[in-house]
């Protein structure tokens, strides 16, 4: 369907012959045109208005005078265009680091089946305008917050229409994160420090503070640079302590990370076992001590003097060390004894 478009046309006539032949009518496309049309008159002014439809139309005008001979005719040709217009678009926000979509409708006053066509003249990077009308655009955390000017057009294939709209993107606030910190185990008496490292992606930079959540008894936390310190005590150990650590921006978001801190048992005094007699007069001693401690085993006849047998590195009360040494074979009266550097 194609909407007739009414428009108004007029001009001047006027009749040249014998000064008692006046205008007697004037007809626009068939219809009497109104205005000052007189029959005295060689000399009139006329209006009328005309349906066209979508395209090239032929006006024609017929001019009558009083004898009716002779009618003059004049015609024109008249293209008639409608232009597709955007519908009102009320002010858009959107949200940063989110997508935003919407369609641009347009209206063809035609009311033909032409196609419409959209396409973006101008907007921020990221924007995208389909054929369709629509309109999608994730904005970036560096173009937030901010108010953007974009300029559409939609054209039915002959006539083209622009329009600007504003497009206000809002600052979103992206809580911080820390960086993972791994389980630990540390000695007693022994200080232990290791950053807590935060970060944020929301621009502009914000600066970020540092607390313990939860924790043993003295462990610390700097509030600025998130350097953890502590030094367990011996009645820490054995244990093993949670801890978790919370990261804020300005705007009070948080983030949080969770680690262990397992603390060893006071040192353990290294001790020895005879396990058993062979019948080649040798004995079988099992030796026990700390994980990393250095033990000689030694030696000696008399109890004055003692020799080194063996060094020994311990391996843990758990995994005892077996040992096949030889007793004196006259007096068979060996002395061993255990010394930890």
Request: aromatic residues 4%; glycine residues 10%; negative net charge.
């Amino acid at each position: 369907m194609v909407r007739d478009r009414i428009i108004s046309v007029g001009g001047r006539a006027s009749d040249a012959g014998r000064g008692d032949s006046g205008i007697s009518s004037v007809l626009v496309n068939g219809a009497t045109a109104v205005g000052g049309v007189s029959t005295a008159a060689q000399t009139a002014f006329w209006s009328n208005t005309v349906a066209l439809k979508l395209g090239t139309n032929t006006i024609q005008v017929v001019v009558t005078d009083a004898s009716a001979i002779n009618p003059g005719k004049a015609t024109n040709s008249v293209v008639v265009k409608y232009q597709p217009e955007f519908i009102d678009l009320p002010l858009q926000v959107f949200d940063e680091l989110a997508l935003a979509s919407m369609d641009l409708a347009a209206d063809d006053k035609a009311l033909s089946d032409r196609v419409l066509s959209h396409s973006l003249k101008s907007g921020p990077v990221g924007l995208s305008v389909t054929a369709s009308g629509r309109l999608a655009w994730v904005p970036t955390e560096a173009q937030g917050p901010s108010t953007n000017l974009v300029e559409v057009a939609v054209t039915d294939g002959d006539v083209r229409t622009t329009k600007r709209i504003v497009l206000v993107v809002r600052e979103v606030n992206t809580p911080p994160s820390l960086a993972v910190l791994p389980d630990v185990v540390l000695a007693p008496g022994v200080e232990w420090l290791v950053p807590a490292v935060g970060t944020d992606v929301d621009l502009p930079a914000q600066a970020l503070g540092y607390k313990l959540k939860s924790g043993p008894i003295g462990m610390s936390i700097h509030p600025a640079t998130g350097i953890i310190r502590w030094t367990p005590s011996k009645a820490d150990g054995p244990g093993v302590f949670p801890v978790t650590i919370l990261v804020t921006d300005s705007f009070g978001a948080a983030g949080e990370q969770s680690f262990r801190v397992t603390v060893s048992g006071p040192a353990q005094t290294p001790i020895f076992a005879i396990s058993s007699a062979n019948l080649d007069g040798s004995i079988t001693l099992q030796i026990r001590a700390d994980r990393g401690a250095t033990v000689d085993l030694e030696m000696s006849g008399d109890l004055n003097t003692w020799v080194l047998v063996r060094p020994i590195n311990g391996q843990g009360m758990e995994s005892p060390v077996s040992l096949v040494v030889p007793t004196d074979p006259t007096t068979r009266a060996v002395f061993w004894r255990l010394r930890q550097r």
